[in-house]
């Protein structure tokens, strides 16, 4: 790797690959072979997007083992739909799309949201807040206490900077109802921050 | 609440992490369950292919009686056909007197059709549709599990319903020429 960096900037030869060209490289390889079940290539994709794919569930549904079960089933549900993606989006765009499919349909099947609710009161630390520090970890619990459709707009709109049509289209709501949601939980953030002192 | 709190509010929010390591390896779980035997990929299309088939069949029966009148349809079937000399093995070819059979068969359709009320026309064309559909996907499929006798056998009753069909309006067309003529 120091050799590919020393390297001149106009040196061409196929040789010089850039990190970034190197992980979509890799990526390409292990999901095409993943698509021929190759369980090994799928295993270096889930460590590859597992952070990022947990940090959702997790900001989506505040509950550690919710998130660890919304996670296992969209890698689950990846591997069983893998034959379909065809690469219209990224790779990553499309696993998140199903990991908030995970979220939704779990939530809807269990009615845990009062679970949920019960969970992060009861925590003096919100559980999607152990990536944050300072301040930040007071706007991750602020975020935590969001209704669930303001939350799950402001986390993948705000956090994740999905667009609104993009976030819509995850959530099964419309563009609009989007906008509204996100509106709605900047308010109650602004709200809550204030009341805790917390200046936004 | 103002526009320098809201800007600030984003701005953070864009500050949060979005990469969390889970606190226990969830892979192996994983792993377990994607090695389990049983359903392969292709065991949901297979449902709905033979759905379809059902489906397909079902109507079939359906526009044939709202169709029939009490009379037995005239028999409408080539000679020598030998449905059964479809083979499938590893290249999953049609037999050539399958082949012979369906040919003849869609060639003689559109004729057929015409004589056929809108309604029992537009509800053949329907089931004709759904059945390629399905004969389409499972080719497909064939393509990426060239041995998998299951598919080939769903294959071959799916060109078999489609053969019925095509036949059946043969009889269908032949009882509404009888009912005309009397």
């Known amino acids: 790797m120091a050799a590919l960096l020393a390297m001149e900037p106009r040196d061409y030869s196929p040789a010089m690959v850039s990190p970034t060209q190197q992980a979509t490289t890799d990526e390409a390889t292990w999901i095409a072979r993943a698509q021929r079940s190759d369980a090994q290539a799928f295993e270096s994709l889930y460590r590859a997007h597992v952070d990022r794919v947990y940090g959702l569930c997790l900001r989506m549904t505040g509950n550690v083992s919710e998130a660890e079960d919304c996670t296992q089933e969209a890698f689950i549900q990846v591997w069983n739909k893998l034959a379909k993606f065809r690469g219209d989006s990224s790779f990553a765009t499309w696993l998140h799309r199903i990991a908030v499919n995970a979220v939704l349909g779990r939530m809807r099947k269990a009615r845990r949201e009062q679970d949920r609710i019960q969970l992060a009161t009861e925590a003096s630390i919100s559980p999607a807040s152990i990536g944050d520090t300072g301040n930040l970890r007071d706007l991750s619990d602020a975020v935590d206490r969001l209704p669930q459709g303001a939350r799950h707009v402001f986390v993948l709109y705000a956090v994740y900077g999905y667009s609104h049509e993009e976030a819509g289209n995850m959530l099964g709501i419309a563009t609009g109802t989007s906008k509204a949601q996100l509106h709605r939980a900047r308010r109650l953030l602004a709200q809550q921050l204030k009341q805790e002192g917390f200046e936004a | ?182």
């Open chain 2, 1 to 182: 609440m103002n526009d320098k709190h809201e800007d600030k509010l984003m701005s953070d929010a864009r500050r949060l992490a979005t990469r969390i390591s889970p606190k226990r390896d969830l892979w192996p779980d994983i792993a377990t369950a994607i090695a389990q035997p049983g359903r392969s990929r292709w065991t949901s299309m297979l449902a709905q292919a033979a759905a379809v088939i059902l489906l397909v069949g079902a109507s079939s029966g359906v526009t044939y009686l709202a169709v029939y009148d009490d009379q037995p349809p005239a028999e409408f079937m080539p000679p020598n056909l030998t449905f059964e000399q479809a083979s499938f093995g590893g290249q999953y070819q049609l037999g050539p007197d399958f082949q012979d059979a369906r040919s003849n068969l869609a060639s003689k359709l559109d004729r057929e059709l015409t004589r056929l009320s809108p309604e029992a026309r537009a509800g053949v064309e329907e089931n004709l549709q759904l059945i390629r559909n399905a004969i389409n996907d499972i080719n497909g499929a064939l393509e990426q599990e060239p041995d998998n006798a299951l598919l080939q056998e769903l294959l071959l009753k799916t060109y078999h319903q489609e053969l019925r069909v095509m036949r059946d309006v043969g009889g269908l067309t032949r009882s509404v020429m009888s009912r005309n003529d009397i």
